[in-house]
DNA sequence: GAACTTATTGAACACCGTTTATTTCCGACA
DNA sequence: TGTCGGAAATAAACGGTGTTCAATAAGTTC
């Protein structure tokens, strides 16, 4: 039964990618199996490892994708802020709100971990830097009363911790005791974080 | 050769326990399998379910004891301590240390994120909350400067940034552009943060 | 020593990622 | 137009996973 032109090559990983990632969106990165893409797509798993190496890469190509989304958005939302706490505040609240939104394919990010010795792909890797790159951007105003090395201690210590609040917030880790937001606890530690900084 | 009463239920339960303790320190979360922890202490998998619910619980166990160590470093470390500054800086000191010196135990802890449906056991979420607990009882006397709410809400803010922060480092997701150990960064966190709270 | 009880096993089930021999189709050439 | 080579796609296999369960073997009781 083999349709030898029914798809080029590209459009078969497109399709693949897509329909990944409306799996991970209803289901979670632990719904997502290699037989249910294949199946969703109308091939069979040899077929996805004729456009794929691995299913790892598969994974990293929607995680990608979500990182692209991301950094549509956080740009977006920063375009026009005025200060640096304007700028991560703005940044901060559109990562939230991707998170809150999309849970799925935003925890997808930190749920998969690669194996023991691979390495992750440059161009993931570039996704990831060109993200926090937004960050960084915006404190870097900062650097006129402050040495650039502290400034680009403050954009790691920001985006980590950002992180991390969201990620025990969306996990709900942290509703030990007491209601405030993702939003509202981020607030607080930009607020904090950078008041007495510039 | 069935061995009647070789071990007691508890016996098993327990070399069970330490053999996956023992597997995820070499071979991480991933590395971990039923049949392998059955095979380590010379049963099959049938009684290990004979003695746990699911894998889950075995799990469970496991990331319950690491946040049983956790508590008895940061405690430890927290002994003394004068100020809100000291005393959540020495407890982070001691959570980064043991990340770093058990990164596949440290790390199984938010690799594994339970299925859809089911419940975090209520044993579990106590150690999770007794945990946190330090932090909010360092920055406790804060309280007397500040409303109550602002106090919980810095010691949630502090819990999940340096969650957060410890988190990148250790999967390499922070090494951007520069060399700062997650101990600086983490204790720039807290100075700015805690700087002009108390 | 036989009967009962129960701890333990081994095999089964349905899934997983990955690889491979085989089939089936398409395009090119005669 | 017919055939043949090459490549696309498949089906089946391999070794693994979590989980269940009938069968077995050992200890206890009579």
């Given at each position: 039964m083999a349709?030898?032109?029914?798809?080029?090559?590209?459009e078969i990983r497109e399709m693949a990618i897509q329909a990944a990632e409306r799996i991970v969106?209803?289901?979670?990165?632990?719904?997502?199996?290699?037989?249910?893409?294949?199946a969703e797509i109308g091939y069979?798993?040899?077929?996805?490892?004729?456009v794929?190496?691995?299913?790892?890469?598969?994974?990293?190509?929607?995680n990608g994708r979500t990182l692209d989304v991301l950094y549509e958005r956080m740009s977006a939302a920063m375009a026009g802020c005025a200060s640096p706490y304007d700028c991560v505040s703005a940044s901060a609240r559109a990562y939230i709100d991707f998170a809150l939104e999309q849970p799925k394919r935003w925890g997808m990010i930190y749920e998969h971990v690669l194996p023991e010795g691979e390495k992750v792909p440059a161009a993931y890797q570039a996704k990831v830097e060109?993200?926090?790159?937004?960050?960084?951007e915006s404190v870097k105003p900062l650097a006129q009363r402050h040495p650039r090395r502290e400034v680009a201690q403050?954009?790691?210590?920001?985006?980590?911790a950002v992180h991390g609040i969201c990620m025990?917030?969306?996990?709900?880790?942290?509703?030990?005791?007491?209601?405030?937001?993702?939003?509202?606890l981020v607030e607080v530690l930009?607020?904090?974080?950078?008041?007495?900084?510039?």
């Open positions: 349709r030898r032109s029914d798809h080029t090559r590209d969106g209803l289901e979670g990165y632990q719904g997502l199996s290699a037989r249910k893409v294949a069979t798993v040899g077929t996805l490892y004729l794929f190496d691995k299913l790892e890469d598969l994974i990293f190509q929607v060109r993200l926090f790159g937004l960050v960084e403050a954009a790691r210590v920001l985006w980590g025990l917030k969306l996990t709900n880790k942290l509703d030990v005791a007491g209601e405030d937001s993702a939003h509202e930009i607020r904090r974080f950078l008041q007495g900084f510039g």
